[in-house]
């Protein structure tokens, strides 16, 4: 397996303007495209209408549980929604997935070019790759396009089903902490500020360990799917 590339490459010059969010800068240490980490906030904010337009138009909802009447047009009457709303729906999900897959597949190489686990943060490395790989052979296949919110909840659903990517959060393994600091001490000293101000490895250290501790003892943490109550480990 290759090792971590050199301190300062495949991240911004110091003289560039700092990244959106403290996120990308991590991103960007792992050694993630900085191309692909710049599209992070549009990311986001594509999701954030995708998620806005499923509160007005109940057919569109992502979610699971039902938006409240108050953000429905027309409450109270059957009216269905309008074509030119569905078909802006469907040109933000398609234009999130191909923003999304390929920092999602890139942050998985970069952490297996560190060696470090996904486990440590309650997710299966094998499982993340395998679902990522039905995501796109469901997009290739066009299948999602006219789909109502269940419906695309429904495959998404499927795959989690057949690849659930939730796991035990494992405890580190030798030398996967000192990779972690050395990815973090490639971060902008003003990103980790509000942690600490320190850059010194033996205190970074502990730090991680007492952070992957924490994580170990409440996965809900790092869950972002909703299903970490069985899947963690405690102690």
Do not use: C
Request: proline share 10%.
């Amino acid at each position: 397996m290759s090792q971590p590339s050199a301190p300062g490459s495949n991240r911004r010059r110091d003289n560039e303007s700092p990244p959106h969010e403290p996120v990308q800068e991590v991103l960007l240490a792992l050694g993630v495209r900085p191309e692909t980490v710049s599209r992070l906030p549009e990311l986001d904010a594509l999701w954030q209408e995708i998620r806005r337009v499923g509160r007005q138009y109940p057919d569109l909802s992502l979610e699971e549980e039902p938006p409240p009447a108050a953000e429905r047009p027309g409450v109270g009457t059957s009216a269905a929604t309008p074509p030119e709303v569905r078909a802006r729906f469907e040109n933000d999900l398609d234009r999130a997935y191909r923003l999304g897959m390929p920092l999602a597949r890139e942050t998985l190489a970069a952490l297996d070019e560190h060696e470090i686990r996904p486990e440590l943060a309650g997710y299966d490395r094998a499982a993340l790759q395998a679902g990522l790989t039905d995501l796109e052979d469901l997009y290739e296949s066009g299948s999602w396009r006219g789909a109502d919110g269940a419906t695309l909840r429904g495959y998404v659903d499927r795959v989690q089903e057949r690849h659930p990517w939730r796991t035990a959060v494992a405890p580190p393994r030798r030398g996967e902490v000192p990779r972690i600091v050395d990815v973090l001490r490639r971060v902008p000293p003003a990103t980790l500020r509000p942690v600490t101000k320190t850059r010194n490895r033996f205190v970074l250290g502990i730090l991680v360990r007492i952070g992957l501790y924490m994580i170990r003892r409440n996965p809900g943490l790092t869950d972002v799917t909703g299903t970490a109550d069985s899947t963690g480990t405690r102690g």
